[in-house]
């Protein structure tokens, strides 16, 4: 192991490193936790400019229902119906290509991978124009309907990469004898490789998750208004109604913060398990 | 009929299972580059009819367009400044890759600002600038050092909105670096101990080149992040003061979909000049990732 486990040096170096780790932890999230910190105090406390000290009271309730009670849980619900689909999309598409670039030898198959790889490398702003006027010939423009297909279209190529190389890591001895008992290739599919990948539909998901959720370009490049948009756009809304009302801006942020933070806690092994692919040989 | 696709399930099944897959992503992703280019040579207001100029776009954006060079030079800030995530995330990884208790908890809440959305970071990080009560002036204070105004000054807004992307960028290089970590071998540490190997020494020796993996992702990963910057200058400075944090993505966003009418054409050349950029690492990381791939052959 390296560095060297701090178990084996002397009882000084250890506790230095123990009382170092929460003070190194305070220091890097010391931004996050000044939010934090405003989103409970009164307005007062910014007329009066007490920023740092003890909140003249805490008014944690009253803030985040006044963000409750703006246009804030129409975008969050939003989010959640463009988020939603685009994961159960990509992640089926992606298996499907996946399976296929995996199990099958066949001519242009590397192509078509790196084909995949390459267009999810690509600037999203190459896109931006074309996207945006098929979206508006297809009458899908600020409909969420309009936001998903693209996101599904999209995570497609990282999702499929990562599909592949997991499928083509499991054992082909499955597939061949599986054909060897005369089992359609579909039903190799859904009976025999399926079932193996859930750990990787699994990390899939949650990363998805997280990046369609924090997507906040197409969202502005697609929909507009409150009918369509997801709440990274609506906070800018949020921001132009609420502009120099630290307390609820402050608020309003962490609760749209929120959801994918709770699924890289529920779901952590999945989630480093899906960004790290590759990191390790 | 089905005896015909029997005989043939495993030559057709594959594209069966492809047609899904490559359709969005034709339609959406390859199709729109080529139609980007051709836009390109267009003079179009989104509406009505679009006037053929050839390479009058870019003629204009490479000799008399101001907004463009600060917009490339910036994104070459970007792709500089922001590779310091790599050796910060390498540092904190080194920090943390212990076994102390409650370590595990420590990593996920290291981990934590990538996983906010960037527009949050973006916001969180204007008030830590902020000149009346940000952290930020409150720290620098401390040294004896009067108030800057960071996002209002041209010559600082920039770097002030990189180091608001390092703060996610470095937590994502630290989880690739920490899981490489864990996959170093104990072996060639214990046997480079033996050499009396210690410190910088064995970190350039034996650590780096095992890590090499991970750091080649976290490369791909932070030059990608550091050209497709767009949130964070969205919300933070919306491209200004006066122009000076535009970057080639913000910029097209800006021209294509401006308040004073749109110019999607003159975008699309932007766009495709960022692609051009893009290409070159594009090209580079698919080389690299050939070479494996026929490795494994």
């Given at each position: 192991m390296f560095p060297a486990p701090i178990e084996k040096s002397s009882r000084t170096a250890q506790i230095t490193y123990q009382s170092m780790l929460p003070l190194a932890l305070l220091l890097w999230l010391a931004p996050l936790l000044a939010v934090a910190l405003f989103s409970v105090r009164p307005d007062t406390d910014f007329t009066i400019g007490n920023y740092w000290g003890i909140p003249s009271s805490w008014e944690m309730i009253s803030n985040y229902s006044q963000v409750f009670n703006s246009s804030m849980p129409k975008y969050i619900l939003n989010s959640f119906f463009i988020t939603i689909p685009t994961v159960i999309g990509a992640v089926s598409l992606s298996a499907m290509a996946g399976f296929a670039l995996g199990i099958y030898k066949f001519r242009f198959n590397l192509l078509i991978f790196f084909l995949f790889i390459a267009g999810n490398f690509v600037p999203f702003q190459i896109l931006m124009v074309p996207v945006r006027d098929l979206t508006l010939d297809m009458g899908l423009y600020n409909t969420k309907t309009g936001l998903v297909l693209f996101h599904i279209a999209f995570q497609t190529g990282f999702c499929t990469l990562f599909m592949r190389n997991f499928i083509k890591a499991l054992p082909f001895e499955l597939i061949e004898a599986a054909r060897v008992e005369g089992v359609a290739e579909w039903r190799i599919f859904w009976f025999v490789v399926l079932p193996l990948m859930k750990p990787a539909l699994a990390a899939l998901a949650v990363l998805i998750f997280t990046f369609i959720w924090n997507d906040y370009f197409w969202a502005v490049v697609l929909t507009q208004g409150e009918a369509a948009q997801p709440v990274t756009a609506g906070i800018t809304s949020f921001n132009a109604q609420f502009r120099a009302m630290y307390h609820l801006m402050s608020a309003g942020s962490l609760i749209a913060a929120l959801p994918p933070v709770a699924m890289f806690f529920l779901m952590q092994k999945h989630f480093i398990a899906g960004l790290t692919l590759g990191a390790v040989k | 009929m089905t005896t015909w696709y029997k005989k043939n399930q495993i030559a057709i099944t594959p594209w069966l299972f492809l047609i899904p897959a490559m359709a969005m992503f034709v339609l959406y992703v390859v199709y729109p580059i080529a139609q980007s280019f051709n836009i390109s040579l267009y003079k179009w207001d989104g509406l009505g009819e679009a006037e053929y100029v050839g390479m009058a776009n870019y003629e204009k954006l490479l000799t008399r367009d101001r907004a463009f060079n600060i917009s490339v030079w910036n994104n070459l800030k970007w792709l500089v400044f922001y590779l310091a995530a790599i050796p910060g995330g390498l540092f904190i990884a080194l920090f943390l890759n212990q076994t102390v208790r409650g370590i595990r908890l420590y990593k996920s809440l290291f981990f934590f600002p990538f996983v906010i959305s960037q527009i949050v970071v973006g916001l969180v990080f204007t008030w830590f600038y902020?000149?009346?009560?940000?952290l930020f002036n409150g720290i620098i204070g401390v040294f004896g050092i009067e108030p800057v105004n960071v996002l209002g000054d041209p010559e600082l807004a920039t770097y002030g909105i990189i180091a608001a992307g390092l703060w996610p960028q470095t937590a994502y290089c630290m989880i690739l670096y920490l899981t490489g970590l864990n996959a170093v071998d104990p072996e060639q540490v214990e046997a480079a101990r033996l050499d009396g190997a210690k410190g910088l020494k064995m970190l350039w020796y034996v650590i780096l080149p095992q890590l090499r993996p991970a750091t080649f992702i976290a490369f791909v990963v932070t030059i990608i992040g550091a050209l497709r910057s767009f949130d964070l200058i969205s919300i933070m400075t919306n491209g200004g003061p006066f122009g000076s944090t535009r970057v080639l993505s913000f910029y097209m966003f800006e021209k294509s979909l401006s308040e004073y009418g749109f110019r999607m054409g003159y975008g699309a050349a932007i766009a495709v000049i960022l692609f051009l950029i893009m290409l070159v690492f594009i090209s580079y990381f698919l080389w690299r990732m050939y070479q494996d791939e026929k490795g494994e052959r």
């Open positions: - | 902020d000149p009346t009560f940000g």
